[in-house]
């Protein structure tokens, strides 16, 4: 099981900016390299959604929903994961969780909450 950790999240205004980091204290770096890491959220009511990941090799891929304004990245080295959110909408509002892709049977962070509101 890998542990992962996330934070960042807030309130923030329509049109706002957020960045979330995620890392991953228990894992040595050439494992964390293996991984493709991904940001899903889960707002009220909703289930829970792939937003954006990012490959080993730093490919990424995007939920047509934020294409434009979400920027996954990483770092390896320091074994972690950020989502830089720009032009928040209000329904952007959603839980946000780091983890693997595919999931599998990894377990959930406490998630890190993203309110977009005026």
């Known amino acids: 099981q890998v542990l992962l950790v996330e934070s960042g999240g807030g309130l923030v205004q329509p049109g706002g900016s957020l960045r979330l980091s995620c890392r991953a204290p228990?894992?040595?770096?050439?494992?964390?390299?293996?991984?493709?890491m991904g940001w899903y959220r889960q707002a009220p009511g909703a289930q829970r959604e792939l937003v954006a990941s990012?490959?080993?090799?730093?490919?990424?891929d995007y939920n047509d929903s934020v294409k434009g304004r979400f920027t996954i990245s990483r770092d390896n080295s320091r074994k972690m994961v950020w989502l830089q959110m720009n032009n928040l909408k209000p329904e952007d509002t959603a839980v946000y969780y780091c983890n693997l892709v595919p999931v599998g049977t990894n377990p959930w962070g406490q998630g890190a909450q993203v309110t977009v509101s005026s």
């Open positions: 990012i490959s080993s090799g730093r490919n990424t």
């Open positions: 228990r894992l040595i770096t050439s494992t964390f390299n293996q991984y493709t």
